[in-house]
């Protein structure tokens, strides 16, 4: 999933988180020291990487346990600096817009988690986690009794087809990609190219709803993973009645707890509660606070200084997927009573400097580009051991497989940057494939990361030409395959606990598309077989298949630059209640709020 770093946390996907369904580690809100200590933050982090739990029909059913000292009322203000990427469920992979979606929209099943960071996949509109048969090449979901979307609406399972067929059309480029894929093949749009909307459907034999209940999914490969693929923020549902395409990222309709009252892209976003949501059906949320006031355009330096304060309103408030500003973390962590309000965590993003192949195709320039780089500037910029660690390969700590010794570039040893070595390797390269186009976003950290990356590769002979990007619509613009960039920061985490949620994704060269998450545009051989391989394998095999195609990649291909594995640091203000780290989303629960005083 992808990172909104470029908002903290968008190649998230991730650069920032982005999206973000992703199983990282949790923390509760008791000032924990995260951050401290790199080797102790990275075994914990270790503890992410164990295989999620499906859940049956009595671990589906609702409500939601409550939490404890939970008080209702009053509107929680949130900040964030950058808008939001989309709104409509099918365009969401990036973590911010995967934060509001858990607010406004459900799906067949969920990510569930207990204050222990265990975590389950229920039944969300479905009333359990699903059934398989078939050796998992077929799934099965029953939807529960009494779901209805913001406009009194029943959700039947005429509505989880339209959700999947929509998938299908063109407009839709910016999401998840498994299930069409799965369903399908790579080529999935030939499959329905109207998306459905011109009345023709997929083939019972792929997709069958028999009924208003009953939703079946026919794969041609053994699909274990489906229940955790299901519960993504892409694939949450679109009522079919309701369903305005290009329109719906401005307007879309709730089945979750909240709905929207107002939307001013890039400005502002209210959420008022749904009247018609039905806490009995729902296993995983809560609807304790009236309503959320979102303030976008708000940098990250301010958000901190009025969270140390804490006056006012802002008593009221988080932060949505930003952090702690890196210059004011030792305010934030030599005052208790501040400290106090803080959650931290182990991220599952890898940050990386990604080139654009179609661009930069001299392997000479990648590597001397990767050893010039400076993560230890670059870290420092994002808060220093609380904002991140080197990251030496693909592969972050919260990965099954994750290989902390790995580290072909010599990253750990010279996380400054290696200049002699890059200064070697360019010699003899031609002065006008010295001259890189560099994006960015236009944030506060996007600024920092400029600086640091102009500072490191000009100290090597390049010459960076500088880029700015609306952070908003970062994913958007660099992942067009004809985009006119040689590279950009992004970040990558699993979207559930295995390789394949990291190689395939962001390797993969049946991916190479606009609105793909192949930002490399990486399409080799070697790379597409071992992938193949490794989907047909069982998980022990497949693990030193997955470790093959990260060293092949990284070390013979170079599509990117590994920077820094991210930690989360966030701070929201006292009267704030419920505050915990996440080990779904990997940022502040949003899901466990509540005000101590509304």
């Given at each position: 999933?992808?990172s909104f ?15 973000s369904l ?14 401290a200590?790199?080797k ?5 982090a ?7 739990t499906y ?9 939601a ?24 469920p099918?365009?969401?992979y ?7 979606a ?8 969920q990510f ?31 939807l ?22 929509r998938?299908?059309a063109k ?46 999914f026919h ?30 990222d ?20 209210v ?18 606070v009236?309503?959320?006031n979102?303030q ?14 804490d006056q ?5 408030a988080i ?6 500003e ?7 962590i ?16 890898v ?33 220093g ?7 030496p390969?693909?592969?972050?700590p ?27 390797i ?21 600024q ?9 590769l000009?100290?090597?002979g ?6 700015e ?45 606009d ?11 070697k ?17 030193a298949?997955?470790?093959?195609a ?7 291909v ?9 930690k989360?640091?966030?701070l ?5 209640g419920?505050?915990r780290?996440?080990s779904?989303?990997?940022l502040?629960?949003?899901n466990h ?6």
């Amino acid at each position: 999933m992808k990172s909104f770093s470029s908002r903290r946390a968008q190649a998230i996907v991730v650069a920032f988180a982005a999206g973000s369904l992703v199983l990282t580690g949790c923390s509760e809100n008791k000032g924990s020291n995260t951050g401290a200590d790199s080797k102790k933050d990275q075994k914990e982090a270790s503890v992410q990487s164990k295989a999620v739990t499906y859940a049956d029909a009595a671990g589906s059913t609702g409500p939601a346990e409550d939490i404890a000292g939970a008080q209702s009322g009053g509107t929680i203000t949130v900040y964030q600096e950058a808008g939001l990427s989309h709104l409509d469920p099918g365009q969401i992979y990036v973590s911010d817009a995967g934060q509001v979606a858990n607010l406004l929209f459900r799906r067949l099943t969920q990510f569930k988690e207990d204050d222990k960071g265990n975590v389950s996949v229920v039944g969300d509109l479905a009333t359990d986690s699903g059934k398989s048969s078939d050796g998992g090449k077929t799934w099965t979901f029953t939807l529960k009794d009494g779901i209805k979307d913001a406009k009194g609406n029943a959700i039947t399972s005429a509505d989880v087809r339209h959700t999947v067929e929509r998938l299908y059309a063109k407009f839709i480029f910016d999401g998840p990609t498994y299930l069409q894929n799965w369903l399908s093949g790579a080529k999935y749009r030939d499959a329905l190219p109207k998306g459905g909307f011109d009345g023709k459907h997929l083939p019972k034999s792929v997709l069958d709803t028999p009924d208003d209940k009953t939703v079946i999914f026919h794969f041609d490969t053994p699909r274990q993973d489906l229940p955790q693929t299901l519960a993504m923020a892409g694939y949450a549902i679109v009522p079919a009645k309701d369903d305005t395409k290009e329109k719906y990222d401005a307007a879309p309709v709730a089945t979750g707890p909240y709905k929207v009252q107002s939307y001013k892209n890039g400005k502002s976003l209210v959420l008022v509660k749904n009247t018609n949501w039905d806490p009995k059906t729902d296993a995983v949320r809560h609807q304790y606070v009236d309503g959320f006031n979102f303030q976008f355009g708000v940098t990250e330096s301010t958000q901190t200084k009025r969270l140390i304060a804490d006056q006012g309103n802002d008593k009221n408030a988080i932060q949505f997927t930003g952090g702690v500003e890196a210059t004011q973390i030792q305010d934030v962590i030599k005052n208790p009573a501040v400290n106090k309000r803080t959650v931290k965590g182990y991220q599952p993003y890898v940050m990386q400097l990604t080139f654009n192949l179609d661009r930069v195709k001299d392997l000479k320039v990648r590597q001397a580009i990767t050893y010039a780089l400076n993560s230890k500037s670059l870290i420092a910029g994002e808060g220093g051991v609380y904002g991140g660690d080197v990251a030496p390969n693909y592969f972050a700590p919260t990965l099954p497989g994750y290989e902390a010794g790995y580290d072909p570039y010599g990253r750990l040893k010279t996380p400054q940057g290696n200049i002699a070595k890059a200064k070697e390797i360019l010699k003899g390269v031609p002065a006008a494939e010295k001259k890189v186009v560099f994006a960015y976003g236009n944030t506060e950290n996007g600024q920092k990361r400029k600086v640091a990356i102009e500072d490191a590769l000009s100290k090597v002979g390049f010459d960076v030409v500088s880029k700015e990007v609306d952070s908003a619509s970062y994913y958007e613009q660099i992942g067009k395959v004809k985009n006119p960039y040689d590279m950009y920061v992004t970040g990558w985490g699993q979207d559930w606990p295995s390789p394949s949620t990291v190689v395939t994704p962001i390797y993969d060269g049946d991916q190479v598309a606009d609105g793909s998450s192949n930002y490399s545009h990486v399409n080799d051989p070697k790379v597409q077989a071992l992938i193949k391989k490794a989907l047909n394998e069982k998980p022990e095999q497949a693990a030193a298949t997955w470790k093959e195609a990260q060293h092949y990649l990284l070390e013979k291909v170079l599509p990117a630059a590994p920077l820094w594995y991210t930690k989360q640091f966030q701070l929201s203000g006292s009267n704030v209640g419920g505050a915990r780290y996440s080990s779904v989303s990997s940022l502040l629960d949003i899901n466990h709020l509540f005000l101590k005083k509304s």
